[in-house]
């Protein structure tokens, strides 16, 4: 009986693992960064695609 416990937690952590990345995808589809603020050319990107208006990632060419 303890197994099914065991497989169940395992299969719910899975499916919700995958329910955030792809929710997250989908969150960060027009970052150039995919999401990741961690460095000063993420700031830089940012900015420079909105002094532009641009809708595309500026890394894009």
Known sequence: MWQYVVL???ILSA???V???TWQTF??????????AGCA???QLKAKQKRKGRKK???FK
């Open 8 to 10: 169940a937690i395992v």
């Open 15 to 17: 499916i919700g693992y």
């Open 19 to 21: 329910a955030y990345r």
């Open 27 to 36: 969150r960060a589809a027009s970052d150039p960064c995919h999401g990741c």
């Open 41 to 43: 050319i993420h700031d």
């Open 57 to 59: 990632p500026v890394c």
